[in-house]
């Protein structure tokens, strides 16, 4: 409880401890560490000097840290373990971070939750999870609210907007305007051509070739039964069943 230690202290203080000089232990609770620590310190500790292990809870570490920094923690300095929840990384980093990270240069590993990686992300080899924005070649998938702006390799899903070709599939609100090979799920705008079944709520301006399931505007020829409230305004080609208040304007055989 609000304990000032201005020398060298060895094992760890608990709530609102100030201490000046070198600690080796952690400290718990609004921690402000002026000099060198080496192990982790939590909740809101400010680290000026090098750390070597995990700090959590909005920590400021403006050296280098060797671990990995959980819960909007400041790194500007190179850091090699992953850090979570809102980290500001503006060096190289090479593992994954998590949280709504901004890595303004090259990074090796998946971020997750809203990352902003405007560099080489030499690439990012592998999948960033949640609202990620990948300016440079992605080769994995990235997942939840993905803006990809160049060639993108495998699955992308949840409002992935990918602006250039696109080979597999899409889940969750995805915006594709470019050729897209695979099925695409919820609520998904594909302006080109498209292979496979979409499904809840899709809108399909080209050719689709595969059946598409509730309430699914087909504007081009389609191939397949729609099922549950289908408007099919070109030619329908099979002997198969609409159900649930289908328009079709033309034939139906």
Do not use: L, M, P, Q
């Amino acid at each position: 409880d609000n304990c000032n230690n201005t020398a060298s202290d060895n094992y760890g203080r608990r709530d609102n401890c100030n201490n000046t000089v070198s600690d080796n232990y952690d400290r718990r609770d609004n921690c402000n560490s002026t000099a060198s620590d080496s192990y982790g310190r939590r909740d809101n500790c400010d680290n000026t000097a090098s750390d070597s292990y995990g700090r959590r809870d909005n920590c400021n570490n403006t050296a280098s840290d060797s671990y990995g920094r959980r819960d909007n923690c400041n790194n500007t300095a190179s850091d090699n373990y992953g850090r979570r929840d809102n980290c500001d990384n503006t060096a190289s980093d090479n593992y994954d971070r998590r949280d709504n990270c901004n890595i303004t240069t090259s990074d090796r590993y998946g971020r997750r939750d809203n990352c902003n990686n405007t560099a080489s992300d030499t690439s990012d080899n592998y999948g960033r999870r949640d609202n990620c924005n990948n300016t440079v070649s992605d080769n994995y998938d990235r997942r939840d609210n993905c803006n990809i702006t160049t060639s993108d390799r495998y699955g992308r899903r949840d409002n992935c907007n990918n602006t250039a070709s696109d080979n597999y599939d899409r889940r969750d609100n995805c915006n594709n305007t470019a050729s897209d090979s695979y099925g695409r799920r919820n609520n998904c705008n594909n302006t080109g051509s498209d292979n496979y079944d979409r499904r809840d709520n899709c809108n399909n301006t080209a050719s689709d070739s595969y059946g598409r399931r509730d309430n699914c505007n087909n504007t081009a020829s389609d191939s397949y039964g729609k099922r549950n409230n289908c408007n099919n305004t070109n030619s329908d080609s099979y002997v198969y069943h609409r159900r649930d208040n289908c328009d079709n304007t033309i034939r139906n055989r």
